[in-house]
């Protein structure tokens, strides 16, 4: 009898003492279906939920194996063939197996596939962005699904691709059950579904606009979660997260703004933590501009820029300024033929304008973003600031600006904007996704300027065997557009995050989301 | 009576349904596309044209001449009609369903943030016209002045920072805490709660609510003092009142019985005004407390031009207005005998 006393007892105890984990999150979720969302939060939750079939090692952007515990490819990168994980169950039961895999890719891919829900509204469209495109599309990459054996899965591709395994590493391809899909059909992924992975946690409930609770998955193939429930708040508001996470209501939140990293620093419960930069942010010149057309008028525009100065005012010591579009983590595909910085010189900047013909400037239009991105805090006084350095060497600047999705829609609409910020976060570690995504056939028209040794230099790094061929490649890339100038690099940020002190075993992902199984609370109350 | 209920809710479904055409029309008249605003800095012109083929955005307005019922308008009330308000664009959520989450929670906040404005401005307007000139008429006078022109969203801000942070007495955001988990029964929290047997939870929910209350409340309770304030100077000075008092009645009696019920009709018909602008105010204030109410949805929504719930949201918030108003029309006979619906 006393032994069941004590049993209980202690059972009470443990109950009470039961260590949640609460995340800020930035928002609620989209939607938890994977290879269907692309927004940051989304991301994150179903990071705990799903694994990927390879994924990234803490803290880097390096592989390491995820579902897939081997992924080689065929001598000219055409077929990559992918060695499953033994032994592992989805939350539900269901193995993970072969079928299971090309189910989740099937119904990415394949626009026929009966569970992808197209006719209710189902785009998949980071599987067109980040593949080319989808079955039989003729610039589609996956050309094939193969099933090998019951854990060996084929991807045969319409064209080279060394990056297929980086790509599908990617935060949006985590595999879900297959049972579960057909069980919720269009449902999947709702508030009205339970979304079944093999991830780390497991779902247990969504209150719309309020939080995501999950429970550890005691059968997890990896790393087993340290805490006893994870809560994901939804919190819109950036100073509202630094509120909570001060009152202690939340243990660790992303996304706090630049200018409050002081006021984390000065909380003994908190700690500041930098998020590895795996960003870029830049001004676009248009060539369809008649100053912006000059190439020693885009160089005098560069040089009159004080990047660096900006970078230290603006982001408070959480960016760094230099010359290439790819994020410090990938700069081994950097060209040492670039200089390392921009050169500020606004003396031999307006030299050059005298030489371009305009010795007594010109007056042009820059846009300034309407919204905050981790690349672009605050853009409206960083336009200023852009626009003081430019007035100096006789170039009035208009500043201009209108809601986001006017903004994204007319930069591509003739004539397009003569100067503007924009910004890209990366959601795999190799350079094609920076450089494809502005230069070459993917990208945007934003600045009329297309080379043709572009297009082909960007087919040669995505063919690629080995680092270093693809270095080769990019460093070729790097100066071509340094010397054009098109793009004017300003800024790699490192978004801020923070925690409260307890919380241990938190290594942020440079790439804005990563499971939270190492993470414990010891002392939290 | 029962004719003037039967033409008010005729007269509200036409209401409804120039609604829902004006609202059509006005989203889909905002610059900027639902499929570039889903793609954000990913957007291509070839990726956006895809995107919006597939969501059906491509096919006209009113009239399809290949096919007149392939258009967007008509499928969009045909469906009305059946009670289908559509499916979020990207979150392929049936508006309806986030309908059904999200308004209670905006009811429970709006409702809490009129209590408030009732309990709090009621009698500070009675006290301020009863003790006129005095401090207290002042300070209510004061109060009320700033309750009006401070910005929602920046007494939403220091209440949070001051209660919720400095003195930490109360929760600076949230609905309810992480450590309750009450399964919906209503959608009002603390009713749940309490339905569930969990009175910490309940407790707890109401915690919640002070803060954003207050901050929704600052301009209804403002306006509620001042109109209570005057109407109560106006009946005063009745001569109905000078016989009550003639008579003999107390102080209090005159007050209350005659006096105050009287006052109340021009605060009655505030309240209902009020009604739509706690609707607009919700906005801000949700967004601030991380409410998970409509006002921050809808908001969301226009942000990602995300139409059918920018529709949805549009038309359910006139419905509640329509139906808030006819509610208070109905209560002003019950308050004034002299006042007849036929």
């Known amino acids: 009898m006393k032994k069941v006393l004590l049993t209980a007892l202690l059972a009470t105890l443990s109950a009470a003492s039961a260590a949640t984990l609460v995340f800020g999150g930035n928002g609620e979720p989209v939607s938890l279906e994977s290879g269907n969302i692309t927004d940051g939060i989304s991301i994150l939750v179903q990071r705990q939920i799903y694994d990927t079939l390879v994924d990234f090692e803490d803290g880097t952007t390096d592989l390491k194996p995820g579902l897939a515990t081997k992924w080689t490819a065929n001598a000219n990168n055409t077929a990559w063939t992918f060695t499953l994980r033994k032994g592992v169950r989805f939350h539900d039961g269901t193995p993970m197996n072969a079928d299971a895999v090309i189910f989740n890719l099937g119904r990415w891919w394949d626009k026929s596939h009966p569970y992808g829900f197209r006719d209710q509204g189902r785009t998949f469209e980071i599987v067109g962005e980040l593949l080319g495109g989808y079955k039989g599309d003729a610039t589609a990459v996956i050309k094939n699904i193969v099933k090998v054996d019951e854990y060996t899965v084929r991807v045969d591709l319409n064209k080279p691709s060394s990056v297929l395994p980086d790509v599908l590493a990617a935060g949006y391809f985590g595999i879900a059950s297959p049972t579960a899909i057909k069980k919720d059909g269009a449902k999947y992924g709702t508030p009205a579904s339970k979304p079944v992975g093999t991830g780390p946690f497991i779902f247990q409930s969504w209150r719309t606009g309020d939080r995501v609770t999950l429970l550890p998955n005691k059968l997890y193939w990896g790393e087993k979660a340290k805490v006893d429930q994870l809560v994901i708040r939804s919190i819109k508001d950036a100073s509202q997260r630094l509120n909570e996470l001060k009152a202690g209501t939340i243990d660790f939140a992303n996304d706090l703004t630049p200018d409050s990293l002081k006021s984390v620093q000065g909380d003994k419960n908190l700690v500041a933590v930098k998020r590895p930069s795996f960003n870029v942010g830049f001004l676009s010149l248009n060539n369809r501009n008649q100053y912006l057309k000059n190439d020693k008028v885009r160089q005098a525009i560069s040089m009159a820029i004080n990047k660096k100065e900006i970078a230290n005012a603006f982001w408070n010591g959480l960016g760094t300024s230099n010359a290439s579009f790819l994020p410090p983590v990938l700069a081994w595909a950097n060209s040492s033929k670039v200089p390392a910085d921009y050169k500020f010189d606004p003396a031999a900047a307006k030299k050059m304008l005298a030489d371009a013909g305009y010795p007594n400037g010109f007056s042009i239009d820059l846009w300034y973003m309407p919204v905050s991105r981790p690349y672009f805090p605050t853009p409206k006084p960083i336009a200023e600031a852009i626009a003081a350095d430019l007035s100096a060497i006789g170039v009035k600047v208009n500043l201009k600006t209108e809601d986001w999705a006017k903004y994204l829609q007319d930069r591509n609409k003739e004539p397009g904007f003569d100067m503007y910020m924009i910004g890209w976060t990366g959601d795999y570690g190799d350079p094609d996704n920076f450089y494809g995504a502005y230069y070459g056939a993917n990208a945007s028209d934003d600045i009329n300027w297309n080379?043709?040794?572009?297009?082909?230099?960007?087919?040669?790094?995505?063919?690629?065997?080995?680092?270093?061929?693809?270095?080769?490649?990019?460093?070729?890339?790097?100066?071509?557009?340094?010397?054009?100038?098109?793009?004017?690099?300003?800024?790699?940020?490192?978004?801020?995050?923070?925690?409260?002190?307890?919380?241990?075993?938190?290594?942020?992902?440079?790439?804005?989301?990563?499971?939270?199984?190492?993470?414990?609370?010891?002392?939290?109350? | 009576m029962g004719s003037y209920l039967i033409r008010r809710l005729a007269r509200t479904l036409l209401v409804m349904l120039g609604i829902s055409l004006v609202v059509f029309v006005f989203v889909r008249s905002i610059p900027g596309d639902p499929a570039v605003a889903m793609l954000g800095e990913r957007a291509t012109p070839e990726a956006a044209a895809a995107l919006r083929e597939q969501l059906g955005l491509n096919k006209p307005w009113f009239f399809n001449p290949a096919n007149p019922l392939d258009a967007q308008y008509p499928k969009y009330i045909t469906a009305l009609v059946r009670g289908d308000l559509g499916t979020g664009l990207k979150s392929n959520i049936p508006v309806l369903d986030d309908l059904k989450s999200r308004f209670p929670a905006t009811a429970e906040l709006s409702v809490a943030a009129l209590l408030v404005a009732l309990i709090v401005g009621m009698p500070a307007g009675i006290l301020a016209a009863l003790r006129r000139n005095s401090i207290w008429d002042n300070l209510a006078t004061t109060i009320s002045l700033l309750g009006v022109s401070m910005p929602v969203f920046w007494l939403g801000l220091l209440l949070s920072y001051f209660f919720g942070v400095k003195l930490g007495i109360l929760p600076p955001s949230g609905r309810a805490g992480t450590e309750f988990n009450v399964d919906p029964v209503t959608g009002?929290?603390?009713?749940?709660?309490?339905?569930?047997?969990?009175?910490?939870?309940?407790?707890?929910?109401?915690?919640?609510?002070?803060?954003?209350?207050?901050?929704?409340?600052?301009?209804?309770?403002?306006?509620?003092?001042?109109?209570?304030?005057?109407?109560?100077?106006d009946v005063l000075n009745q001569d109905y009142v000078r016989t009550a008092r003639a008579k003999g009645l107390t102080d209090r009696t005159v007050t209350m019985k005659h006096a105050l019920r009287n006052a109340l009709l021009p605060v009655v018909t505030v309240i209902g005004l009020q009604a739509g602008a706690l609707l607009g105010g919700a906005v801000l204030t949700e967004t601030i407390f991380s409410w998970p109410g409509l006002g921050s949805w809808v908001y969301d929504a226009i942000s990602q031009r995300d139409y059918p719930i920018i529709q949805g949201g549009v038309i359910f918030a006139a419905l509640v207005v329509s139906v808030v108003n006819l509610l208070v029309d109905l209560s002003y006979a019950s308050l004034d005998p002299r006042i007849q619906y036929s």
């Open chain 2, 188 to 233: 009002f929290n603390v009713l749940d709660a309490l339905l569930r047997g969990q009175p910490a939870a309940a407790w707890d929910s109401v915690r919640h609510l002070v803060l954003p209350a207050l901050a929704l409340g600052s301009i209804p309770l403002a306006i509620v003092a001042r109109i209570t304030r005057s109407s109560m100077l």
């Open chain 1, 451 to 525: 080379p043709a040794n572009v297009e082909t230099l960007l087919q040669q790094g995505r063919a690629a065997a080995t680092q270093a061929a693809k270095a080769k490649v990019y460093q070729q890339l790097h100066e071509i557009t340094y010397n054009a100038a098109y793009r004017i690099p300003m800024v790699h940020s490192n978004p801020l995050a923070a925690a409260r002190s307890y919380v241990k075993g938190w290594t942020p992902s440079p790439l804005g989301s990563e499971p939270f199984n190492t993470i414990s609370v010891p002392g939290k109350k």
